[in-house]
């Protein structure tokens, strides 16, 4: 008789951490706050959300609405320096995109009708339909384009978990660490984080590599994470991820070039 073997997905969560065990030799200490931050790249996943033309261009989502997009526009540098970063170690990158069906059939009356604005979701803009996928507007901004292999996963919500496969892509890869960046700190990575806390992954947070139209919820966004020993995970800077990240297997090309200024220059509103 012929033996069909089956994928498990063990959805109990990683194991609980144990602060007294040996690290392993690929572990790296991020200083973080509310303390450092141990992580193994090949056990690590760089989740990027949402940097979308949408709401980072003249002429998107977020300037239709009356936001500064050029508040959000300020991540794309050091983020594609953390992008390089984990791309020479190996590490599973995966891009995430807010959208809907053309139809909207997947998009909820509540967050079709909220705010009362004649912009809505499935409007037409200069980008194309607002928020649709397949439209210009809802692709990533090219400076932080996918490479080949990376994950690109459309969201129907506002967290990366919600009504996605992302949590089955990452048992199935043994991730049990986050390094969690883009927009907007309080919406889509706020969500994402608590989403992925809930579910026992341990978050890391980049502060610079994460925006939102409104400074001063980027600032309580970022504090909230981090309060109370870390509630719902870490936060640290895109430099003192690269200070420990680039002495690990980076080649010394790639190490020379995260070291450089930054070569990103194009123009956001192209």
Known sequence: MDLIAYNVVDIAGPEPRNRHQKETPSMISVPAEPYEFDLDPATTALIVIDMQRDFLQPGGFGEMLGNDVSLLGRVVAPLRRVLDG???????????????????????????????????????????????????????????????????????????????????????????????????????????????????????????????????????GLKMIAAQGGIFGWVATSQQLLSVLTEGPATPETAARLAAPDPVTADLGA
Not at 95 to 101: I, Q, V
Not at 142 to 159: N, R
Not at 178 to 205: K, Q
Request: hydrophobic fraction near 35%; proline fraction near 7%; charge should be negative.
């Open 86 to 220: 984990a791309r020479a170690t190996g590490m599973l990158v995966i891009h995430t995109r807010e959208g809907h069906r053309p139809d909207l059939a997947d998009c909820p009356p509540a967050k079709l009708t909220r705010g009362r604005s004649a912009t809505t979701i499935g409007s037409p803009g200069p980008k194309g339909r607002i928020l649709i996928r397949g439209e210009e507007g809802h692709d990533i901004v090219p400076e932080l384009a996918p490479i080949e292999g990376e994950v690109v996963l459309d969201k129907p919500g506002k967290g990366a978990f919600y009504a996605t496969d992302l949590e089955l892509l990452l048992r199935n890869r043994s991730i049990t660490r986050l390094i969690v960046t883009g927009v907007t700190t309080e919406v889509c990575v706020h969500t994402t984080v608590r989403e992925a806390n809930d579910r026992g992954f341990e978050c890391l947070v980049l502060g610079d590599c994460c925006g939102s139209y409104f400074p001063e919820f980027h600032e309580v």
